[in-house]
């Protein structure tokens, strides 16, 4: 059983409830399950430890959702954004090894700025627009910082948005290469975590108990996508989420 043995069963139904959340936010709008994941479990778990439980859901979710329009569509995106998603496993392999060696007043820190920091942008309105002509250093640059924030916090889901909306990508397709950027995404965040120590036989455990939650959120969400107002709703996460990354940078400076 792992660490789920030394967590007590209001810890884990508190973990539960954070997965189920996260995953019917990923259900209903197409991403946000580590943010909110990270944002929720670190909360009431070690920085470390919240890292590796988001890590199963996602693989898992996030390899659904890169396949979901078949294995043509997929390839087809990862050869468009060959160059953001080779920055992107470069940095995360890189940086998940840092994990273990920095503090966790540090970690708290490193997660909750990007986290505050895309909300505000978000939910100002700010699009920012990039040229064409700049494409291939744009696409390396964000998808290094890309992979620094995932293989440090779990979470590379706003510098993916944050460039494909500056791109101007079409709404189907968007959905189709944040699936495929995610899903290569997780695979290597679990490869890298498992070199890192960060997943390991008392992490596991944890990690793929909350897998459960998280489909279940995200069939939940799925089921109101079509019924809910997504402006609505996707301001309203943002809310919650800015909140919840204040906290960790509070529990950051100040414990």
Known sequence: MGIVAELSQMTLLLAALVALCAGFVKGAVGFGMPLIMISGLATMLPA????????????????????????????????????????LLVFLTLSAQLVTVLSQSLL???????????CLLQLSGWKPTL?????????????AFAGVSGGLSGVWGPPTIAYLTAINTPKAEQMRVQG???GVGAVALFAAHLKSGVLNTQ???LSVALLVPAI??????????????????KRATLIVLTVAGLNLIRRGLWG
């Open 180 to 182: 495929v950027i995610y």
């Open 48 to 87: 470390e430890l919240a890292l590796a439980a988001l890590i199963v859901p996602t693989v898992v979710t996030n390899g659904y959702q890169a396949f979901r329009h078949g294995f043509l569509e997929a390839w087809r995106a990862v050869e468009r954004f060959r160059i953001f998603l080779i920055a």
């Open 216 to 233: 279940a959120g995200m069939f939940l969400g799925g089921l109101l996508h079509d019924k809910m107002p997504q402006a609505t709703f």
């Open 131 to 143: 040229k064409p002509e700049n494409r291939t250093r744009d696409e390396g640059l964000i998808g």
């Open 203 to 205: 992490t596991i455990p």
């Open 108 to 118: 708290f820190i490193i997660i909750g700025v990007p986290v505050v920091a895309f």
